[in-house]
């Protein structure tokens, strides 16, 4: 069964630090371009930053460059989101999300996880 | 960054009737690479179109995409109690993949 699996969640005091993971089975995860996408409560979805089937190319949205890095584990079929300089308005649901097809330099997201919840507060 | 609208905010309409969702882009999507998500309340998106009318997976047929360009539409025909919720217009044509703000569709 295909499926995504994001962890790491939780409560963080503004500036601090936090690492989500998003472990993937039943594909080949390493074949596949893979992103993480938020959404505020009540709000809409927002796309947050995108790496390559190899690593060797990363897309962030504006609102997270040069705070939080996306890397993957290829060897552990594992995307990892590493959160710094946290911000109340980092809270959001952080859903990982595949490219629908390999190798594909751009595409839909046919696979989500189920997401997990990041709440930067005092 | 393409900037997606989407119209109407909210959909108020009855089960069998017709539900037509506007996606609006400021500028050209690339070969109309735009799909479309479904997403209930505590559920993650599901994919339901994909560039140029195509239905992903187990999707029914009653969903159909339209337009070109700049211009999108989603078509729910007979609308079925399950199809109520939010749905997104994304482009994935160039970076950033930018979403729209989504259109809710109520049962009247």
């Known amino acids: 069964q295909v499926q995504l699996v994001e962890s790491g969640g939780g409560v963080v005091q503004p500036g601090r630090s936090l690492r989500l993971s998003c472990a993937a089975s039943?594909?080949?995860?390493?074949?596949?371009?893979m992103h993480w996408v938020r959404q505020a409560p009540g709000r809409g979805l927002e796309w947050v930053a995108f790496?390559?089937?190899?690593?060797?190319?990363?897309i962030y949205a504006d609102s997270v460059k040069g705070r939080f890095t996306i890397s993957r584990d290829n060897s552990k079929n594992t995307l990892s989101l590493q959160m710094n300089s946290l911000r109340a308005e980092d809270t959001a649901v952080y859903y990982c999300?595949?490219?629908?097809?390999?190798?594909?330099?751009?595409?839909?997201?046919?696979?989500w996880g189920l997401g997990t919840m990041v709440t930067v507060s005092t | 960054e393409i900037v997606l609208t989407q119209s109407p905010g909210t959909l108020s309409l009855s089960p069998g009737e017709r539900a037509t969702l506007s996606c609006r882009a400021s500028?050209?999507?690339?070969?109309?690479?735009v799909a479309w998500y479904q997403q209930k309340p505590g559920q993650a998106p599901r994919l339901l179109i994909y560039?140029?009318?195509n239905r992903a997976t187990d999707v029914p047929d009653r969903f159909r995409d339209s337009g070109s360009g700049t211009d999108f539409t989603l078509t729910i025909n007979r609308l079925e109690p399950e199809d109520f919720a939010v749905y997104y217009c994304q482009q994935y044509g160039s970076s950033p993949r930018t979403f729209g703000q989504g259109t809710k569709v109520e049962m009247k």
């Open positions: 999300a595949r490219d629908m097809r390999v190798f594909s330099p751009t595409d839909a997201f046919d696979i």
């Open positions: 039943g594909f080949t995860f390493n074949n596949y371009g």
């Open positions: 500028q050209t999507v690339y070969n109309n690479y």
């Open positions: 560039g140029a009318s």
């Open positions: 790496l390559w089937y190899d690593g060797t190319n990363k």
